[in-house]
């Protein structure tokens, strides 16, 4: 069932700014499902976020929870938890009087709050922290804190805005895989904002990709991954290997030379990825330079300047990866190239 559902929902800065911060966007968030919304900076990530809390106005279109028009519904009645980036939590109060904060604010009585708070912290893995000080948490102490403080409520849907955006990588990715198991484990509806797409695929059921106040493309990890949208999200993904190409046959003549494309790809004029994977070492092929080579735990990334076209990504096995200055030949594989849809 859906729970969360935005329609045509658009915001505006100022009476006269030419480009929205959201522009129309549409997106449902069913119960139980965790979406991460991605994108650049400035692309309304936030904004988003701060709509559903109802901390921002819209200027067109709705936003629903369960069903019903939040137009009227204050902050505090929407249900929705909150967690941002810094955090925010209160450096006077204990762990256990941050997190029993908004239980006291809805007017719950100190034992059912304190039972609460004793519950919550277990989850979160901080048995007994009732009386720490918050100045003695370490940075991911004060993350599951703050995630406890947010989940205190049973908000009906948990927004977070950076959630882990402060941590060192170790320490991001082991919470990264705690959440999504303690949420799976609560059934808690997540609304999730990052700018790292690890994270965000790490996380999600579902991807959100923005630019520019719109949706460039909302999937599972695996579609968006696989298939970008567009060149806008390709290289957002971090994809360097998207060219113009010419395509008939089975065949797309790029700068490369002839590239084989999946079975099925339209003809004509379209703009083509190749994921560094598809570049392969072979005894013959286009020839290239080694640049750079970088050693990924599972392979090793390549960086090649080829004698026609511009830089190619490429990967390889950790045994007999060439070295930097090294003369190769690549070819390609289909299975690797994405058609890339017009923008
Ligand atoms: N209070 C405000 N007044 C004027 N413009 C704003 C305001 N808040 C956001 N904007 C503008 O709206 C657009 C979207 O901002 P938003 O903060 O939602 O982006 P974001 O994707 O969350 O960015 P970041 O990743 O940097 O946090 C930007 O162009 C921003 O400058």
Redesign the pocket.
Known sequence: MTLLQLEGVS?R??ER?V?S??DGVDLAVAEHEIVCVL??????????L?VVAGLQPVADGRVLLGGADQAAVPVHRRGVGLMFQDHQLFPHRDVGGNVAFGLRMRGASKRSSEARVTELLELVGLPGAQGRAVASLSGGEQQRVALARALAPSPRLLML??PLGQLDRGLRERLVVELQGLFSRLGTTVLA?T?DQGEAFALADRVVV?RD?RIAQAGTPLEVWQRPASEFVARFLGFENVVPAELSAGVAATPWGKVPVPAGSPAGEHQVLIRPAGVVLSAVGLGCEVVSRTFRGTHVALLLRPEVGPVLEAECGLEGAPAVGDRVSVGFAPAEVVVLPGE
């Open positions: 915001v800065f100022g700014a480009a911060a959201l994108g650049p900076s400035g692309s309304g990530k936030s904004t988003l701060r805005d950076e904002v700018h923005m106040g």
